[in-house]
T-cell receptor, first 114, second 113 residues
Framework: DAGVIQSPRHEVTEMGQEVTLRCKPI?????LFWYRQTMMRGLELLIY????????DSGMPEDRFSAKMPNASFSTLKIQPSEPRDSAVYFC????????????FGPGTRLTVT | KNQVEQSPQSLIILEGKNCTLQ??????????LRWYKQDTGRGPVSLTI?????NTKSNGRYTATLDADTKQSSLHITASQLSDSASYIC????????????FGTGTRLTVIP
């Protein structure tokens, strides 16, 4: 199994630009999570999908952030417009049993907004 | 207020030595507690997951303990290796509520030869 796949691994963009992060969960997993990690705040859960449906988006910081999961094998996290404070590592994780059980993390996307 | 606190913030030990990392939480109602290992530049990897009824769980040289009464957990690493150098993150899940995952800020462990 290839594990959770994220792309790109690194993204550098200018303030105001749109950024799209992509995730392919482990095949057969029905739960998908987007996280943000910074030195100051650690890991933060942004949004959680179950069977492609957003269940909890209370962690999404503001309307500039949006996430979609059009099918069981693909999800995107979009930031529009991006700001320097969005600079962080964004992780995608998947699970076969929902949020309370073991999650498998991807390698992350390091986003730098200048 | 639901919180997860980890200590120490960072730790340096000699290769071959043992160490213990602490996690205290005020999360309620408790569902489960997980320890993750995160190598630099990589995503977290699950080490253990414990429910209310479990006191101890081992994964190789890693042993996690849970005291649900005092709301404390520890992660003990035996005979440390250079590859144990990483951040260790404690995550507590509550049984109800919309946002039911609470993360510690992690302990940064460095094992030196």
């Amino acid at each position: 199994d290839a594990g959770v796949i994220q792309s790109p691994r690194h993204e550098v963009t200018e303030m105001g630009q749109e950024v799209t992060l992509r995730c392919k969960p482990i095949s057969g997993h029905n739960s998908l999570f987007w996280y943000r990690q910074t030195m100051m705040r650690g890991l933060e859960l942004l949004i959680y999908f179950n069977n492609n449906v957003p269940i909890d988006d209370s962690g999404m910081p503001e309307d500039r952030f949006s996430a979609k999961m059009p099918n069981a094998s693909f999800s995107t996290l979009k930031i529009q417009p991006s700001e320097p404070r969005d600079s962080a590592v964004y992780f995608c994780a998947s699970s076969s049993l929902g949020r309370s059980y073991e999650q498998y993390f991807g390698p992350g996307t390091r986003l730098t907004v200048t | 207020k639901n919180q997860v606190e980890q200590s120490p913030q960072s730790l340096i030990i000699l290769e071959g030595k043992n160490c213990t990392l602490q996690c205290n939480y005020t999360v309620s109602p408790f569902s489960n507690l997980r320890w993750y290992k995160q190598d630099t530049g990589r995503g977290p990897v699950s080490l253990t997951i414990m429910t209310f009824s479990e006191n101890t769980k081992s994964n190789g040289r890693y042993t996690a303990t849970l005291d649900a009464d005092t709301k404390q957990s520890s992660l003990h690493i035996t005979a440390s290796q250079l590859s144990d150098s990483a951040s260790y993150i404690c995550v507590v899940s509550v049984a109800t509520g919309a946002n039911n995952l609470f993360f510690g800020t992690g302990t940064r462990l460095t094992v030196i030869p």
